[in-house]
């Protein structure tokens, strides 16, 4: 017989169960995950795609869960590898796009994917959704996106990034981003485009996005913030 996934039957599906919440999968992978979860663990742990595509949408609906000691806080500064690659939430008709700079520990592409999700819409990209844990009845859906035409090309599914200065200086995420903008810099660069091009970056004037912009302004103008040598010796956080 196979061995029970969840702590109790009576428990299954609901919303009120502890077992059954999908941050419970994506912390750790540790005995206790183990002894919740059973082999579902294997499956579900915090380096999977499933556990990734749930933390950037949560990530990016609670920002204040970027506080020090917030989930995400905690899921930032644990996962410091870069053996496991992180997931990306856009990808392109050939494989995932990147949502930041290489070499990002996993805990640093949660940053990226969620700074992506928050201040980034997907025109012309195909949204695919899916149940993060199909064995549970209630299990909430994660979000992808991939290029909206395949026909016979690597087309990329292109995010188009923005921001609203009006509380923005107590935006959690966003003030994470500016402590680390080389997880964000994707984001960022796409911001700094699409408000210059729309004529709505200096709204951002004040704010502390703004004075990052400010900064930094040579690099972000240069358009290639990533692949700059040495560029990360250099920029000047906020």
């Known amino acids: 017989m196979s061995r029970n996934r969840y702590a109790s039957i009576s428990h299954f599906g609901s919303n009120n169960s502890l077992v059954n919440n999908p941050l419970t999968y994506c912390m750790t992978e ?30 990016a609906a609670n920002p204040d869960q970027w506080k020090p000691g917030g989930y995400m806080d905690q899921y930032y500064n644990l996962h410091r590898g870069t053996f496991y690659p992180y997931v990306s939430v856009v990808g392109s008709c050939c494989g ?7 070499g990002l520990t996993t805990g640093q592409g949660a940053l990226a994917n969620s700074a992506m999700r928050r201040y980034c819409k997907f025109p012309g990209c195909k949204e695919i959704k899916e149940p993060f844990d199909p064995n549970v009845a209630n299990s909430p859906y994660v979000t992808y996106y991939e290029a909206g035409d395949c026909s016979g090309t690597c087309s990329p599914c292109v995010p188009v990034c923005s921001v609203n200065a009006q509380g923005l200086d107590n935006d959690e995420l ?17 911001i700094y485009n699409t408000m210059k091009r729309n004529g709505t970056l200096s709204s951002l004037n004040g704010t502390k996005l703004g004075k990052f912009y400010a900064m930094n302004q040579q690099m972000f103008e240069k358009k290639k913030p990533c692949i700059t040598p040495g560029v990360w010796t250099g920029v000047k956080k906020y």
């Open 96 to 102: 995932p796009n990147p949502v930041g700079c290489e």
């Open 30 to 59: 540790s005995v206790d995950n183990y002894m919740s979860h059973g082999t579902a663990a294997e499956n579900f742990g915090p380096y999977s795609q499933q556990c990734q595509l749930l933390l950037a949408e949560y990530g």
């Open 174 to 190: 966003m003030n994470k981003c500016l402590q680390d903008p080389k997880s964000c810099m994707l984001t960022l660069q796409n």
